[in-house]
Antibody, heavy 118, light 106 residues
Framework: QVQLVESGGGLVKPGGSLRLSCAAS????????MSWIRQAPGKGLEWVSY????????YYADSVKGRFTISRDNAKNSLYLQMNSLRAEDTAVYYC???????????WGQGTTVTVSS | DIQMTQSPSSLSASVGDRVTITCRAS??????LAWYQQKPGKVPKLLIY???TLQSGVPSRFSGSGSGTDFTLTISSLQPEDVATYYC????????FGQGTKVEIK
């Protein structure tokens, strides 16, 4: 079945780094755009970044630009988010999601929790 | 950057009511708009993409319309299982979500 499984979340101190991973299965990973979305406790959805199917097109939200890097390995069916210079306001559940050529996000993972605190 | 503004931020309606949620873009986005439903404690679910195309498996009481800057999500007959927060999302160039609309049963 189509599945996305995030991993790599945890507790990190302000200024620290973390790398999230998203393992895809049940579909042809290289056919889809992939995205990271986050949701702070009790707050709404915030789009973080997306990467096109080939990796040639990448966009970031202004709130993470210059600190986060999205990447993918189509041979490993995996999506990544390298998060540097983490701040308290980056605390959230991070979801990965697939997008058929950018037309909405039709499959979401269950999320991984990132907590930035001293 | 293009901002997405939803209204209202919350609403309470009776079972069977017609419910309309509005999403406004600060600049034109053609029809690059999706709608999501997030039930409490659950992962978001895609309802509509390309402003008006119903995602497979979504009940037909949900519909979307609009183009350019003004969009609507309509639930033709509100059901108890529709209690959720609804988000619009634009997806031309950088993506952005609206702030959400919480729908409750009166």
């Amino acid at each position: 079945q189509v599945q996305l499984v995030e991993s790599g979340g945890g507790l990190v101190k302000p200024g620290g780094s973390l790398r999230l991973s998203c393992a895809a299965s049940g579909f042809t990973f290289s056919d889809y755009y992939m995205s990271w979305i986050r949701q702070a406790p009790g707050k709404g959805l915030e789009w973080v970044s997306y990467i096109s199917s080939s990796g040639s097109t990448i966009y970031y939200a202004d709130s993470v630009k210059g600190r986060f890097t999205i990447s993918r390995d189509n041979a490993k069916n995996s999506l990544y988010l390298q998060m540097n210079s983490l701040r308290a306001e980056d605390t959230a559940v991070y979801y990965c999601a697939r997008s058929p050529q950018g037309d909405g996000m039709d499959v979401w993972g269950q999320g991984t929790t990132v907590t930035v605190s001293s | 950057d293009i901002q997405m503004t939803q209204s209202p931020s919350s609403l309470s309606a009776s079972v069977g009511d017609r419910v309309t949620i509005t999403c406004r873009a600060s600049q034109g986005i053609s029809n690059y708009l999706a709608w999501y439903q997030q039930k409490p404690g659950k992962v978001p679910k895609l309802l509509i993409y390309a402003a008006s195309t119903l995602q497979s498996g979504v009940p037909s009481r949900f519909s979307g319309s609009g183009s350019g800057t003004d969009f609507t999500l309509t639930i033709s007959s509100l059901q108890p299982e529709d209690v959720a927060t609804y988000y619009c999302q634009k997806y031309n160039s950088a993506w952005t979500f609206g702030q959400g609309t919480k729908v409750e049963i009166k």
